[in-house]
């Protein structure tokens, strides 16, 4: 693999999927990670994140400089490429010169690096220290106004930094230079695909289930789909997956998973009825963190029975548990929680959470080393259907937090028939990829007045919340075209009864968060 040391940059995970985009496998470690384990990685190259800190500060991460003597090719980005220039013998000073956003860099290099590239470019920049001299051995290969040292090469030791940001889009041959590194520099080969990847992964499975048994919960999200589609790739009808339908699902959704689902995949699956229950358990409830432990608890519960169902029927069948649980985690939620080992113990995991104590099962987790698009990719190679695999993010609680005020069954087929219009019309303009996703929230305490036909109507709003993002942790508004909004707001309009209003959220996260409740 290649590896991105993380310095604690919000870029370091943006390096490591651009890595992949290259062709080229990545991993994320810290940048606590000594020469030795480096070295027992093997990797092909390294990549040097970015970080908020100056090499100077106290308590600045540090990085062991006897990495720079494994002769593994290496590129530095901005803190990294300054950490690289200290640790080899170079200067790093405060200039006073602090270069942020889009800025003007001059090219003045033949190499392998940047030698393909325009002279002069636009790259982006976040930093207040430079690069005031370059070790011993290193060639200059850029400069800004403020910076005379804005890139360096040692091609001998194949040692390489730029003190701006390949891995932003605002920086124009960013990707190009980052290929370079990888596929000339270091000399990788970018063959790297989601091909390959199934096919490791069915191996890997192979492995370690064996002819044991292994249970999957189906949430109707991305990831569990595809978690379960390998799985079942890999060992057949030793896996029974588990649906449960809480009547908070959108449109259509069951519906995809029952058919669309289990035709494309073939697998085995239990679908558990519980609409009643949680219609019940969430009668009269309007704060959403009540909403949300009520809902929360009422899925362990419907799974947990499933779950207990399932496994006594095994036994009774052929003595044989069920040992294994499939789990659609992702390579961020495994950076998030700090890493962690292949195999848990159930209850320490937060997505299932919950369950008793002596029911423990060897976690298979096959998109673990993966980002969303990834997994989006892999869906795709697998053969699930487009509704499946391209769909939004959508919470867990689902529509049961899409509706401020209390839940009723009245209320989420009408939220879901507009929730329907708004998804159908979003995918009609083909701005799928624009908008990470787009709640539609009814506001059912809320009423206003409005005239239809020739009467007065005093009916609820629908609120459109369309938000692009890299990962959910921060969020901007979309700005929608205006003629997809009016389509949207006249099909609402006339086509879902009790609502006479459709309006627009127009806050980013901070300080507003993507769902409303
Ligand atoms: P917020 O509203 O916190 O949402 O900005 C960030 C992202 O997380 C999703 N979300 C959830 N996902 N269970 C989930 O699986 C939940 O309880 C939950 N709450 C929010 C939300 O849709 C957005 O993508």
């Not at 790739?233 to 649906?243: E, M, N, T």
Request: charged letters at 25%; a negative charge.
């Amino acid at each position: 693999p290649v590896l991105v040391v993380d310095f604690g940059a919000q870029y370091a995970q943006l390096i490591a999927r651009r890595v992949r985009e290259a062709g080229v496998y990545s991993e994320l470690v810290p940048h606590s990670i000594t020469a030795a384990e480096v070295a027992a990685k093997n990797p092909a190259g390294l990549v040097l994140s970015g970080g908020p800190s100056s090499v100077y500060e106290e308590g600045a991460p540090g990085f062991d400089p006897a990495i720079f003597e494994l002769g593994v090719p290496t590129f530095g980005i901005c803190y990294g490429f300054q950490v690289m220039a200290t640790a080899l013998g170079g200067e790093v000073a405060k200039t006073g010169a602090r270069e942020y956003g889009s800025t003007a860099v001059a090219i003045e290099d033949e190499g392998v690096l940047l030698g393909d590239q325009p002279a002069a470019q636009t790259v982006w920049m976040s930093h207040g220290d430079s690069v005031s001299r370059a070790p011993e051995g290193f060639e200059v290969l850029a400069s800004t106004e403020g910076t005379p040292v804005a890139a360096f090469a040692n091609d001998e030791r194949k040692l390489y930094g730029v003190q701006w940001h390949p891995e932003v889009k605002h920086s124009e041959y960013g990707q190009d230079l980052l290929v370079n590194f990888l596929h000339k520099a270091a000399g990788i080969p970018g063959d790297w695909n989601s091909g390959n990847v199934i096919a490791e992964q069915v191996a890997k499975i192979q492995a370690q289930v064996g002819t044991g048994k292994v249970i999957c919960g189906l949430s109707g999200g991305v990831d569990s789909a595809v978690a379960a589609a390998i799985v079942h790739k890999a060992v057949g009808d030793q896996l029974v997956c588990v649906f449960v339908d809480h009547g908070l699902l959108r449109q259509d959704e069951r519906r995809q998973v029952e058919e669309d689902y289990v035709k494309a995949t073939g697998v085995r699956l239990v679908t558990i009825d519980a609409v009643e229950q949680f219609e019940t358990a969430l009668a009269g409830v309007t704060d959403p963190e009540t909403k949300r432990k009520i809902i929360g608890r009422e899925f362990i519960r419907t799974f947990e029975k499933a779950q207990a169902d399932l496994i006594a029927e095994s036994r009774e069948q052929d003595g044989d548990p069920i040992r294994f649980l499939v789990q659609g985690t992702l390579y961020p939620d495994v950076v998030e929680s700090g890493g962690g080992t292949g195999t848990a113990n159930i209850k320490s995991h937060h997505n299932v959470g919950g369950l008793p104590e002596d029911l423990t099962f060897e976690l298979v987790e096959p998109l673990r080393a993966l980002f969303k698009d990834e997994v989006r990719a892999i869906g795709r190679e697998l053969g699930l259907p487009e509704v499946i695999v391209g769909r939004q993010p959508f919470p867990g609680p689902g529509l049961g937090i899409r509706i401020v005020g209390e839940v009723t069954r009245e209320r989420l087929d009408l939220l879901r028939k507009a929730d329907a219009i708004v998804r159908a019309e979003l995918t009609e303009a083909g701005l799928d990829q624009e908008i990470w996703q787009c709640p539609v929230v009814l506001l059912a305490d809320v009423r206003s007045v409005g005239v239809q036909g020739d009467g007065r109507t005093y009916g609820h709003p629908i609120v459109l919340r369309p938000v692009s993002s890299e990962d959910a942790m921060t969020a901007d508004w979309t700005r929608l075209p205006y003629d997809v909004l009016a389509k949207i707001s006249n099909r609402i309009t006339n086509e879902v009864e009790g609502v006479n209003r459709v309006v627009l959220d127009v806050t980013s996260k901070p300080p507003g968060t993507i769902e409303w409740e």
